[in-house]
C-alpha cells in the first residue's frame, strides 16, 4: 500500500468551499431513488465493455478517450432518467450505451450487439422494455448530434502550433526527440458546461526571479533527475505510478466506486445507488475532468511555460546541459499540471457525488509501475500522489501541480452545480 501525504491543512477549507458553491444539486432526489434498478451487475459490464471499446478505439489523446465515456454514458443517464421501472432501466440504459459506443467505435460493433443481445435477453418483455430501448435509442442520437464538433476529436486537439523564439521562461520543444508541441487546440473546444475554456483562466506563473519559482527549480533538479541520489524508492514508485495518463488510474477508482454502490451507506441523502445513481455518477466524472482538462489547456497555451528540463540545460539559474528527467517531458506547455487539473476536478466531484471518502479502500494499479498496488482511503491522498508524482519525474515545477488542482477543483464546484443543464 503506498500513501502519500495529505495536501495543507487549507485543502479542506478550500474543498469545503468549494462544495458549499456546487450545493444544492448533490443531493439524489427520492423520485430518482425510486427509479433504480437492483445490483450493479449490468452496470459493471457495460462499464468493462465501454473500457474495451475505448481501448479498441486507441485514441492517441485522453480527452478524446474522456470524450467517448462521458457522451455514452450521458445519453445513458438521460435515458434511464426518463422513466420508472426496472425493466425499462436496463432497457434504456444498455440501448443508449450501445448506440453510442457502436457509432463511434464501429470496429466493436459485433462485441456491442453480442452484449445488447444478452443484456435485453434478462429484460421481460412488455410495453416498458420497449419503451427502454425507444428512450435509449432516442438519447443516443441526440447526445451525438449535441456533441457533434465539439473540438474533442484527435485532429482538433492536435492542431499545429509553431512555438515562439526561444527566450528565458518560454517554452520550447524537449528532449530527447525535440518534437512538435500536441493538445495545442484543446484548450478552443466546447465544453460542457463551462461558457468557454477560458473560463476560469489561471493568472500567470511565478515570476524567474520569485522565491516560489526557484525554490520548485531548485526541488525538481534535486529530485527529478534520473540518477536522483535523494529521490527514495517510495518517491520513486510514486512517479513510476503516475507516469501514465490519469484517466488510466482514475477509470479503475471510478469503477471501484460503482461496484461499492450496492453497499453504500446512504452517504447521498437518503437515495439507493441503483442504475440512474451510477449512470449518473458516470456521465458526470466524465463530463467534467474533460471540461477540466480544456481549462487547464487553456491555460497552458496562454502562458507558454517552459518545462522545467529546459529551465535546467539553457536557463540562467547554475545550468546543467545533460540534465535528464526520470520521464521524458510530455510534449506541451508546462502550466498548469494537465494531471494536477484532472486530479483536483476529479476529487471534488467524487467528494460531492460519492461522499467524502471512499466506502471500502480503493486499490489501483498502473502499467508503468507493474507488481505496484496503490490502495486509497481519501480522495485527497490521489490528489497529493499526483503533484509529488510529477515532480518526481522531473517533468513538473510543483506550483504547476498545485495550480493545475485550483483549476480542476474550480472548474468542478461550478460544474457541479449545473449538472442539471445536461439532463443529470
Not at 522531473?394 to 464546484?413: C, K, N, P, T, W
Request: charged residues 15%; aromatic residues 8%.
Amino acid at each position: 500500500m503506498r500513501q502519500a501525504r495529505l495536501l495543507p491543512s487549507r485543502r479542506d477549507a478550500v474543498t469545503t468551499g468549494l462544495l458549499a458553491t456546487a450545493g444544492a444539486v448533490l443531493p439524489v432526489s427520492r423520485a430518482a431513488a425510486s427509479s433504480a434498478v437492483p445490483g450493479s451487475g449490468v452496470v459493471l459490464q457495460w462499464y468493462d465493455l465501454t473500457l474495451q471499446a475505448v481501448a479498441a478505439a486507441n485514441y492517441p489523446e485522453p480527452v478524446t478517450q474522456s470524450r467517448a465515456w462521458a457522451v455514452s454514458w450521458l445519453a445513458a443517464a438521460r435515458a434511464v432518467g426518463q422513466g420508472h421501472g426496472a425493466r425499462y432501466s436496463v432497457a434504456a440504459f444498455a440501448s443508449a450505451l450501445h448506440d453510442v459506443l457502436a457509432a463511434l467505435v464501429p470496429g466493436q460493433q459485433a462485441e456491442l450487439n453480442a452484449a445488447l443481445a444478452s443484456t435485453l435477453a434478462g429484460v421481460p418483455d412488455g410495453t416498458a422494455k420497449e419503451s427502454g430501448i425507444a428512450a435509449g435509442q432516442r438519447e443516443a442520437v441526440a447526445v451525438l448530434a449535441q456533441r457533434g464538433g465539439d473540438g474533442l476529436d484527435t485532429a482538433s486537439v492536435d492542431i499545429p502550433f509553431t512555438p515562439p523564439p526561444a527566450a528565458p521562461g518560454v517554452w520550447q520543444p524537449t528532449p530527447p526527440a525535440f518534437g512538435p508541441a500536441v493538445r495545442a487546440g484543446q484548450g478552443g473546444a466546447r465544453p460542457f458546461l463551462l461558457a468557454s475554456g477560458s473560463q476560469f483562466r489561471l493568472g500567470p506563473p511565478p515570476a524567474l526571479g520569485s522565491a516560489t519559482y526557484l525554490g520548485a527549480l531548485a526541488e525538481v533538479r534535486a529530485v527529478g533527475v534520473a540518477t536522483s541520489s535523494v529521490r527514495t524508492p517510495v518517491q520513486t514508485d510514486t512517479a513510476l505510478f503516475w507516469e501514465p495518463n490519469s484517466i488510466n488510474i482514475f477509470v479503475q477508482v471510478l469503477r471501484s466506486v460503482v461496484a461499492d454502490s450496492a453497499v453504500a451507506s446512504s452517504a447521498v441523502a437518503d437515495a439507493s445507488r441503483g442504475l440512474r445513481w451510477q449512470a449518473r455518477l458516470v456521465a458526470a466524472f466524465h463530463v467534467i475532468t474533460i471540461d477540466a482538462q480544456i481549462a487547464i489547456y487553456d491555460s497552458k497555451y496562454a502562458y507558454l511555460f517552459w518545462r522545467p528540463v529546459t529551465a535546467i540545460r539553457t536557463g540562467s539559474v547554475a545550468t546543467d546541459p545533460s540534465w535528464t528527467p526520470l520521464f521524458s517531458t510530455p510534449r506541451h506547455p508546462e502550466y498548469p499540471s494537465g494531471h494536477g487539473g484532472y486530479a483536483g476536478a476529479a476529487e471534488l466531484t467524487l467528494h460531492a457525488l460519492a461522499g467524502p471518502r471512499p466506502v471500502q479502500p480503493i486499490s489501483a494499479t498502473s502499467a508503468t509501475d507493474p507488481g505496484s498496488v496503490h490502495t486509497y482511503r481519501a480522495w485527497s491522498t490521489i490528489t497529493q500522489e499526483n503533484i509529488d508524482g510529477r515532480v518526481w519525474e522531473g517533468i513538473h515545477f510543483r506550483f504547476s501541480d498545485l495550480r493545475g488542482v485550483q483549476l480542476g477543483r474550480e472548474v468542478a464546484a461550478y460544474s457541479l452545480s449545473r449538472l442539471h443543464k445536461l439532463g443529470l
